[in-house]
Each structure stands twice: as structure tokens, then as C-alpha cells.
């Protein structure tokens, strides 16, 4: 999977912002460095000393001019960055008190997403294209950073303290997310996505995202279930809709922890294991059947399945669409 930062490929009016504020910054350094050192090595050239000259040149101190003119030229160069500055600030910071429209939560080491509607998923989040979402940043754990670079700026999580920001998306299309700030052992395999949605096409997602997962139906498929009470998944992760039988036999009353990712439409979503791997039948029984080998120190524990157990669950999380 092929994970290339693009900080220089703006899709929202918050990173298109920061993208001109960096480029007006870059270009006002970039000449005050060719002055700077170009005139510095002009005079390293021209005044060097010529054989002959034993005798110290003339001392100067103190020329009204020249002190008066590097003094304001900078001095208008900080005001001028400080106003473009002021004017990113504006684009970029959402009002307080207005409820969100996603609040994201960064977990060790996975993000998950909560919609007002009542949809929970991780890994993969979708947005309608060309609406401003307001989103609520928290962390279950340490630090992360919730960063896509193409469409909104980094913030980090902080637990106990939730952060606002903008995200946007001016073209459809798929964008990719990353964990900003050291985490723990699996912090480099922590990605997202971000799905930027025709507004037709947001709706149907969230339709069908809505709906609770459908029942097992074949003798593997119930197997699958049975063992994913059996086995403890059910401990940690969601399924709404799981069949209230089995919950109950395990001693839960229905399927809804909130530790790990909840997979009630798993087999929706295009990647396993926080988007390290490409969700398919061969990926699935990878994970399964050792995730610590996927994920050295994630808190999935390699539970020893038997080849069939496994096959049995994956016939199962399969039908999770
Ligand atoms: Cu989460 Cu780094």
C-alpha cells in the first residue's frame, strides 16, 4: 500500500490557505537569504586583503542610514507575515460551542468515528464532498495527531481535552490520514481514510452504515458468530445487531464494547488493522490467525485459533457488509 505524503496537493479552503501562507513565507525567505549571503559574499570578494595591505582599514562606527533601514525593512517583513498570518488563523480555527459534525477518536493504534446519526466505524470515514465538517478530536489513550495533509491541518488528540478543526474536501476522492505524533509501538501503522462522497452517494453510505448487521444464516457462518462470543472478540469489539442469543450464553447482553474497532459493517471497508492491509479473505485470515505478527504489540492477542476457527470467523466477519 503505497502511503506518499502530499502536503502540496490542497483540497480544502483550510490547507489551501496554509499551502499560500507557506509559499509567500518560503519566497520572502528565500530572497532575504540571496541578499543576506549574496551580499555578504560580495563583500568577503571585493574588500578581501590585497598583498600590500598591512595597515588596518578604516573603523566605522555607527552609520544612521544603514541602521535606520535594517531596522524597518524587517521589522515591515514580521508585520506583513504576522497579517497573513492573522488571515490563515481566520480560515482556520472553527467557532467554539457549535456541535460537530464527526467526532474522531484516536485509540492505540486505530481511529474510530462517531456520527450524530448514530453510525460508529473506524479506519474509513466518509464526508459529503464540498461541505465544511466540524470535527471533535479526542484521544481514549496518549497523544496522536489526526493529520491529513490534502484537507485539513494537523491537531493533536489530547485525552480529557477535545479539539476542534475544520476538514473539507473540494473534490471527490479518496485521501489519506496519518498519525501525527509518536504513540507507542504501532504508531507508524496508524492510517485512515478519508472518503470524500457526492452528497447521493454520502447518503447511501450512511443508510446503509445505519442499518445493523445482518443475521448468520449457513451452518459456518453461525459457527463464525458463536466463536466470536465464544472466543472473547465480544469483549472488545461491537457488532449491532449481533444475534442477542449468543451474547447472552457468553454472558453479555448484546455485542457493543467500544475497546476495539466496531465491526458491524467491517466487510465494507476497504482495509484491515487501522489500513496496513488490503481488506480481502487471504488478509483477514493473516490477522486472524496471528495479528501480533501483523502488528507487533497491538492489543489484538493472538487467541491460537485453529485453521478452522478461523475460516469459521472469516465466513462470518464476510458477511458484515
Ligand atoms: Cu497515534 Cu501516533
Request: net charge neutral; charged share 20%; with cysteine.
Amino acid at each position: 500500500m503505497s502511503h506518499i505524503l502530499t502536503a502540496f496537493n490542497p483540497h480544502s479552503p483550510v490547507t489551501q490557505a496554509m499551502e499560500g501562507l507557506f509559499i509567500v513565507t518560503l519566497w520572502v525567505c528565500a530572497f532575504l537569504f540571496v541578499v543576506v549571503a549574496g551580499g555578504t559574499a560580495y563583500c568577503i570578494f571585493k574588500f578581501r586583503a590585497k598583498p600590500g595591505d598591512d595597515v588596518p582599514p578604516k573603523q566605522i562606527m555607527g552609520y544612521e542610514p544603514i541602521e535606520i533601514i535594517w531596522t524597518v525593512v524587517p521589522a515591515l517583513i514580521v508585520v506583513l507575515l504576522l497579517v497573513l498570518t492573522y488571515r490563515v488563523m481566520g480560515v482556520e480555527y472553527p467557532p467554539t460551542n457549535q456541535q460537530p459534525d464527526i467526532t474522531i477518536t484516536g485509540h492505540q493504534w486505530w481511529w474510530e468515528a462517531q456520527y450524530p446519526s448514530g453510525i460508529i466505524t473506524a479506519g474509513e470515514f466518509h464526508i459529503p464532498v464540498g461541505k465544511r465538517m466540524l470535527l471533535r478530536l479526542k484521544s481514549a489513550d496518549v497523544l496522536h495527531a489526526f493529520w491529513v495533509p490534502e484537507l485539513a491541518r494537523m491537531m493533536n488528540t489530547v485525552p480529557g481535552e477535545p479539539k476542534d478543526i475544520w476538514l473539507e474536501a473540494d473534490k471527490p476522492g479518496v485521501y489519506q490520514g496519518y498519525c501525527g505524533e509518536f504513540c507507542g509501538d504501532q504508531h507508524a501503522h496508524m492510517f485512515f481514510k478519508i472518503y470524500a462522497d457526492s452528497p447521493a452517494d454520502f447518503a447511501k453510505w450512511q443508510q446503509q452504515q445505519l442499518k445493523p448487521a445482518p443475521q448468520p444464516t449457513t451452518p459456518e457462518e453461525i459457527k463464525g458468530a458463536q466463536l466470536f462470543s465464544d472466543m472473547t472478540c465480544i469483549t472488545c469489539h461491537a457488532i449491532k445487531g449481533f444475534p442477542t442469543a449468543m451474547a447472552l450464553k457468553a454472558g453479555f447482553s448484546d455485542a457493543s464494547a467500544e475497546v476495539a474497532p466496531n465491526l458491524t459493517h467491517l466487510a465494507s471497508r476497504h482495509t484491515l488493522a487501522s489500513g496496513v492491509l488490503t481488506n480481502n479473505r487471504a488478509n483477514l485470515t493473516r490477522w486472524l490467525t496471528d495479528p501480533q505478527k501483523i502488528k507487533p504489540g497491538c492489543y489484538m492477542p493472538d487467541f491460537k485459533l485453529k485453521p478452522e476457527q478461523v475460516k469459521e470467523l472469516v465466513d462470518y466477519f464476510e458477511t458484515l457488509k
